[in-house]
């Protein structure tokens, strides 16, 4: 799995210790256009490539 893929399982956040992560909740389906919205940012700013972003934005479309 990429390290660009790790911020839909933690965020690593500076406020806290280096040590503790902070969890997303499972995604509903009312959070999807959101998540993929998320990953087009991802793209944008080169921390996915678009092999990456298609494959996550057809998972997530298919949970709808």
Same mark, same amino acid.
């Given at each position: 799995?990429?390290?660009?893929?790790?911020?839909?399982?933690? %965020?690593?956040?500076?406020?806290?210790?280096?040590?503790?992560? %902070?969890?997303?909740?499972?995604?509903? !389906?009312?959070?999807?256009?959101?998540?993929?919205?998320?990953?087009?940012?991802?793209?944008?700013?080169?921390?996915?490539?678009?092999?990456?972003? !298609?494959?996550?934005?057809?998972?997530?479309?298919?949970?709808?």
């Amino acid at each position: 799995m990429s390290d660009a893929f790790k911020w839909l399982i933690g %965020v690593e956040q500076e406020s806290l210790n280096e040590s503790q992560t %902070v969890y997303l909740e499972a995604p509903n !389906n009312t959070d999807i256009p959101n998540q993929i919205r998320q990953l087009g940012e991802l793209l944008k700013d080169g921390l996915l490539t678009q092999e990456e972003f !298609n494959q996550k934005k057809k998972e997530l479309l298919s949970r709808l």
